[in-house]
T-cell receptor, first 109, second 114 residues
Framework: KQEVTQIPAALSVPEGENLVLNCSFT??????LQWFRQDPGKGLTSLLLIQSSQREQTSGRLNASLDKSSGRSTLYIAASQPGDSATYLC????????FGPGTRLSVLP | NAGVTQTPKFRVLKTGQSMTLLCAQDMNHEYMYWYRQDPGMGLRLIHY???????AKGEVPDGYNVSRLKKQNFLLGLESAAPSQTSVYFCASSYYMGNNQPQHFGDGTRLSIL
């Protein structure tokens, strides 16, 4: 059974810092890995999708990497802003679509 | 383009009552999903559908039923609500599972069972 974990559970940083969120999964037989953002009281917004054959994807200040063999992905956020404050979830698409518990990020002005 | 729309947004039920949550998507997606989100547990898949007229069980299907009579709609039913079903329910849709297309989510339904 696929299990997905995320570290840290919560993170608070001052504006402007670069930061890394971590996602680990136990079964490397996946089609892709997605990173989502969830704002309070809202649904999930897809940020980046990395196919199993890819090593990384970039969108603006966001960069996600995937090391399928070791079961790890990282989301790098450059020059963080208060508007980046949200919960970030990773999810792996394999036999089923399995989510991690999320990292709650607060960027302080 | 509305994307994925869930109704209602909030609901309070008494134990034993029944209700249906509606999910509608306008992106012509084949796959639709119902998740529940509980504190500290992430999102867990309840049921999903791979096309009109089909349904399948996810990780936590007990106590729920679903129907996909039309491609654009996916209904989640609680026949006899229990306090353990208090949660936030999310619907999502995608073209196909495993084809590297992202899932699109609705804004959720907050359900409280007293």
């Amino acid at each position: 059974k696929q299990e997905v974990t995320q570290i840290p559970a919560a993170l608070s940083v001052p504006e402007g810092e670069n930061l890394v969120l971590n996602c680990s999964f136990t079964d490397s037989a996946i089609y892709n890995l997605q990173w989502f953002r969830q704002d309070p009281g809202k649904g999930l917004t897809s940020l980046l999708l990395i196919q199993s054959s890819q090593r990384e994807q970039t969108s603006g200040r966001l960069n996600a990497s995937l090391d399928k063999s070791s079961g790890r992905s990282t989301l790098y956020i450059a020059a963080s802003q208060p508007g980046d404050s949200a919960t970030y979830l990773c999810a792996v698409d394999g036999q089923n679509f399995v989510f991690g518990p999320g990292t709650r990020l607060s960027v302080l002005p | 383009n509305a994307g994925v729309t869930q109704t209602p947004k909030f609901r309070v039920l008494k134990t034993g009552q029944s209700m249906t949550l509606l999910c509608a998507q306008d992106m012509n997606h084949e796959y639709m999903y119902w998740y529940r989100q509980d504190p500290g547990m992430g999102l867990r898949l309840i049921h999903y559908s791979v096309g009109e007229g089909t349904t399948a069980k996810g990780e936590v299907p007990d106590g729920y039923n679903v129907s996909r009579l039309k491609k654009q709609n996916f209904l989640l039913g609680l026949e006899s609500a229990a306090p353990s079903q208090t949660s936030v329910y999310f619907c999502a849709s995608s073209y196909y599972m495993g084809n590297n297309q992202p899932q699109h989510f609705g804004d959720g339904t907050r359900l409280s069972i007293l």
